[in-house]
């Protein structure tokens, strides 16, 4: 159910807050976890997304791992209970301190991103005469086909060991005792809707998998990382993302050996739908090219998505009725791009209405941030009012 359905009770709260359809997070958990099983793979939550304590607790109850890029989330995923054994441990640049608290908890793995890396987790594991399973993030050079500043697996990025150097990152393992390769890892990009490419990547995968097999190497687990898109113009369409094609298109094309596991890192996918920003209108007003404004109350220090990538997020007013014109959305903090929607078709917006931005429950409440002194945005949770 969407905030729409809450609107009396919403009414009475205090704005900006970040409204969860605990019900479609519970179903769109428990659709991934279904579709996934189909085949034995392992669905490890990008915590990235959204680390708010209920949606960390549903993630739990549904039996996901956990993909942490941080010492702070492999923490806070132990402190919420999620078993260590299902923590993988990504992050372009590690620190000590950070690969220290995980080695202490002995995580599933650690996903490396460079040689100077596997040197120095092999050092710090020496230290307490740990072995490290690792796995090697390489960056295959696909085209994710989305935003460019969220394609991470082309040649000209900071992430993953590139595929020119996997021959020496293999020939390194064999003189770090403390470390012990358990798989490879790729992560391609974010918001990916066309499964093609998923189909392209899984056959980049296979060859690089090759590699490996006529060095000599076993590996025990294949992770491919997040990616998969949400739908943001149409909400209410099919407000649960097509896992079933999905984890399909990866069954038909990957190679597996015998006795591997394929793991995913989903994050967008799993939560997106389930979050709305609602806010309320402050002032309304013209400019002098004839456009009609909605000041609200919310800000890109809630929601940055628009302000950061062009983001497009369906909004909707809760409270107004009448024919549909289009409203610049735009909120308090002193920056031109703060800015949710230049042009979005609202009945007509008077002060104290109520607007709700859409889909907005992954990398929304989790990228928030205090500029201009503005509070932290709250969560209202759709299964306690
Ligand atoms: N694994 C790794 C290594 C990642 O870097 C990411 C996301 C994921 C998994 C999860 O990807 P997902 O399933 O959510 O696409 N703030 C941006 C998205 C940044 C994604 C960063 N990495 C946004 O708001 O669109």
């Known amino acids: 159910m969407s905030a729409r359905q ?4 919403l009414q009475k709260l205090d704005t900006p807050f970040y409204f969860y359809d605990m019900q479609l997070l519970a179903d769109t958990l428990a659709k991934a976890v279904a579709e996934a099983g189909k085949y034995g793979y392992k669905v490890h939550y990008a915590l990235k997304a959204n ?8 993630i739990r109850k549904a039996g996901l791992g956990v993909d942490c890029v941080s010492g702070n989330e492999v923490r806070l995923a132990i402190e919420s209970g999620c078993l260590a054994s299902e923590i993988v441990f990504a992050g372009v640049a590690k620190s000590d301190k950070e690969i220290r608290y995980a080695l202490g908890q002995d995580i599933f793995s650690f996903n490396c991103e460079s040689l100077q890396e596997l040197e120095v987790i092999n050092a710090l594991a020496a230290e307490t005469g740990r072995t490290a399973r690792i796995a090697l993030r390489i960056n295959p050079d696909v085209d994710p086909r989305t935003h460019k500043h969220i394609s991470t697996g082309q040649a000209d990025s900071k992430f993953g060991i590139s595929y020119t150097e996997i021959n020496e990152a293999i020939r390194s393992l064999n003189r770090l005792p403390n470390i012990r390769i358990v798989g490879i890892h790729f992560h391609i990009g974010s918001q990916i809707t066309d499964m093609e490419v998923f189909g392209n990547f899984c056959v980049k995968v296979n060859k690089i998998q090759q590699w490996f097999v006529e060095q000599g190497i076993e590996l025990k687990h294949l992770n491919l990382g997040g990616g998969l898109g949400v739908g943001y113009n149409d909400p209410d369409g099919k407000p649960i993302p097509d896992f079933a094609g999905y984890f399909g298109i990866v069954n038909r094309t990957l190679e597996t050996k015998p006795g591997q596991t394929v793991h995913f890192e989903l994050g967008r996918s799993l939560v997106a739908q389930s979050g709305e920003l609602v806010t309320r209108v402050l002032y309304t007003k013209q400019n002098a090219a004839g456009r009609q404004i909605a000041l609200v109350d ?7 998505r628009p302000a950061l990538y062009q983001a497009h997020h369906k909004i909707e007013s809760l409270t107004g009725q009448g024919p549909l014109q289009p409203y610049m959305v735009a909120g308090p903090v002193c920056e031109s791009s703060d800015v949710f929607a230049k042009e979005a078709l ?40």
């Open 6 to 9: 809450y609107t009396d009770q």
């Open 51 to 58: 680390f708010d304590p209920r949606i960390v607790a549903a």
């Open 298 to 304: 919310a800000g890109m220090t809630d929601l940055i």
């Open 346 to 385: 609202l009945p007509e917006v008077k002060r104290g209405d109520l607007l709700t931005i859409r889909t907005a429950g992954a990398y929304g409440s989790a990228m928030a941030s205090r500029y201009n002194l503005r509070d932290l945005p709250r969560s209202v949770y759709s299964d306690e009012l």
